[in-house]
T-cell receptor, first 109, second 114 residues
């Protein structure tokens, strides 16, 4: 059974702080890793993808992948109230993706 | 506008009454997939399709059917719905055959089975 584990939270950070979201996965065959953001009552939207070990930065977002530790993380710098959402980690191959249950993030003004 | 469109968005039905949730994408994507989302369980894949006439089971296919007769459409069929199929359903498509995790999601269909 392929599993992706996330701390469900809720995680609260003050505005301007760094939010750190973590995820572990069980399938060593996973080749692709993603972070989706889901606002309450809305559909998930892709914010980051990462395919190789190391860091990948996109604006205020940095994804980190460590395949040896089966660990993926997302850092959000200068957090804004608009970042308040549930963040879903996903891992998989070309055909199938397994999602974690999500971490609820609240950024306090 | 590029989008994935699901219908209906909300549906209340009764046990055993067959229903179909339609999904259509206008982005010419080859890969399409259905997920259900339940509290505490996250998104779970029901079925996926790599191309026209090619479908395969995901993690929770029991009680569901799909078809892919056209590239743009991927309907989800519940032949005999049961209360445990009450859930929020998402259809998604992907442009990249090699990286089908880069998904575009529809707005979701909330289904209640009484």
């Amino acid at each position: 059974q392929k599993e992706v584990e996330q701390n469900s939270g809720p995680l609260s950070v003050p505005e301007g702080a760094i939010a750190s979201l973590n995820c572990t996965y069980s399938d060593r065959g996973s080749q692709s890793f993603f972070w989706y953001r889901q606002y309450s009552g809305k559909s998930p939207e892709l914010i980051m993808s990462i395919y190789s070990n190391g860091d990948k930065e996109d604006g205020r977002f940095t994804a980190q992948l460590n395949k040896a530790s089966q660990y993926v993380s997302l850092l959000i710098r200068d957090s804004q109230p608009s970042d308040s959402a549930t963040y879903l980690c996903a891992a998989g191959s070309a055909r199938q993706l397994t999602f974690g249950s999500g971490t609820q993030l609240t950024v306090l003004p | 506008e590029a989008q994935v469109t699901q219908n209906p968005r909300y549906l209340i039905t009764v046990t055993g009454k067959k229903l179909t949730v339609t999904c259509s994408q206008n982005m010419n994507h080859e890969y399409m997939s259905w997920y259900r989302q339940d509290p505490g369980l996250g998104l779970r894949q029901i079925y996926y399709s790599m191309n026209v006439e090619v479908t395969d089971k995901g993690d929770v296919p029991e009680g569901y059917k799909v078809s892919r007769k056209e590239k743009r459409n991927f309907p989800l069929i519940l032949e005999s719905p049961s209360p445990n199929q009450t859930s929020l359903y998402f259809c998604a498509s992907s442009p990249a055959m090699a990286n089908t995790g880069e998904l575009f999601f529809g707005e979701g269909s909330r289904l209640t089975v009484l």
